[in-house]
C-alpha cells in the first residue's frame, strides 16, 4: 500500500470520442459541501466531471442529458468503506447451534452483510474469511462469489485467516493459505495471538505476503509491548502494507508504553484499524484502541465495524457513520477526522484512489440528509449512496408526530424537508 495519496486521473470527456452523451450520467442538485457551499455536481464514466455553483450546470435537453437527483436537505461526502469486516460469520447470530458454513449460507450471509454495509454507505469493503480447520476453502469460495455477484453495486475483497501456521500442526495452515491465495484471496491475515509461536507465525504470513505482492491485515489485541515490538520491526518497509487490528490491548498497557508502541508503529508504516462498535472473533469488545494516542504518533488509523450480527456481537450494526459517531463522542475527535477513519484512511488502506468532491475524481459518493457533518454523524437516518457513478442504494427515514388529543386528525404533522432525518 502506497504511502503517498492517490492522484486523482484527469476528468474523462463527458460526450466521449463519438460525441455522444454518457446515458449513465448523473447531476446532482444542491448538494451542501462540509465547506458550506451548496453545489450541482455532474458525475459521468465512474468519475466527477463537474463542480460547480447551485444552478450553474445546466441539466441539457430531457433525452439526451443526465438524470437529476436532487439533493436539496442533503450534505454531500466522499463515500465510507469498511476496512474490517467477517463476511462469513455476518447475520449468524439469528440462527441457534454452531455458524453452519455450507456454501450457501456463507454466500447469502456474505451478501446480505455487504448489501446492508452498501445501504450505510460503504461502497468497498474487506472481509476476514477463516480458511481451512472445518471450513477448508468452503467459506472462501462461497465468499469470493458474493464479490462476484456485488459486481457494480460494491467492491469486495478478501483476507484468508489460517488459525494455526508454525509447527507440525501449522503445515496444513501455510499449504492452505498458499491455496487460497491462489483461489482469489487478495491479502493475507490470521490471529498471531492464537498460534503457541506469535512471532513465528507473523514471519510466515509475512513471508507469504511478500512472496505473492500481498497486504497483511492480522488480528491482534496488542496487549504485549514486547511482541507489537517485534512486529512492527519486521513488518516496516514492507509494500502494499501491513494493517493490525482491533488494538484494544494498546488502551490497557501504561501510558508510556503505549506511547512507544505507537512510535514504533508510525515508524513502520503500520495502519492500526479500530472497532469503536465492537470487537470480533473472540476479541475484547470492552474497549477499543487508544486512537489519539495513535494519531499523534502519526499511526494511520481507520475505523471499522467488526461483528455484524454474529457470535461476537449479536448486535452489530456494520454502520462506517456510527463507528464515526463513537470516535467524535467517546473517543474525543473532531467530526472531521472521525468521517476521514471511515472514509479516506479506510480507503487509503484498502488501496482504492482518494475520493474528493472535485472535478477528476472517483464518483463514489455518500449524500446524508443535513447541513453540518457533526449533524450527520448525529442522525445519519436518510442516505443516498453513488458508486461509480451510479446510484446504488437509498435509505429514506421520515419522522412523524401525532397528538393524542387530536386522534381524529387523519394526517400525522410531518418533518420538514430542511430538517434531519
Partial sequence: MPDSQPQPHPPSNSSGSSGQSDPAALLLCGARLTDGRTVDVRLGRGRIEAVGTAGSLAPGPARTGPTRVDLSGYLLLPAPAEPHAHGDTALSAEHPGPVSY??????RRATEAALLQLGHGATAARTHVRVGDVQGLGALGAVLQARRSLRGLAELTTVAMPRLL???AGADGLAILRDALKMG?????GCPDLDPDPTGYVETVLDVASEHGCAVDLHTDASDPARLSRLAAMAGGLR?????????????????????AA?????????????????CCGTDRRSAAPVRLLRAAGVRVSAGSGALRDASNPVGRGDPLEAAYLLASTHGLRPEDAYDAVSTSARVMLGLPEVRVEAGFPADLLAVRGNRLAGALSLAYSRIV???????????????????????????PRQGRGELS
Avoid at 453513488?386 to 400525522?412: I, M, W
Wanted: aromatic share 2%.
Fill in 185 to 189: 484471496a487478495s491479502v493475507v491475515g
Fill in 263 to 279: 512510535d514504533q508503529l508510525a515508524a513502520a508504516g503500520v495502519t492500526v484499524v479500530c472497532l469503536p462498535q465492537g470487537g
Fill in 386 to 412: 453513488v458508486h461509480r457513478g451510479r446510484v446504488v442504494a437509498r435509505t429514506s427515514a421520515v419522522r412523524e408526530y401525532c397528538n393524542s388529543a387530536a386522534a381524529a386528525e387523519p394526517g400525522l
Fill in 166 to 168: 508454525t509447527g507440525v
Fill in 240 to 260: 502494499p502494507g501491513v494493517t493490525i487490528g482491533p488494538c484494544a490491548g494498546l488502551a490497557r498497557l501504561p501510558t508510556e508504553a503505549a506511547s512507544r
Fill in 102 to 107: 455450507a456454501p450457501e449460507d456463507v454466500q
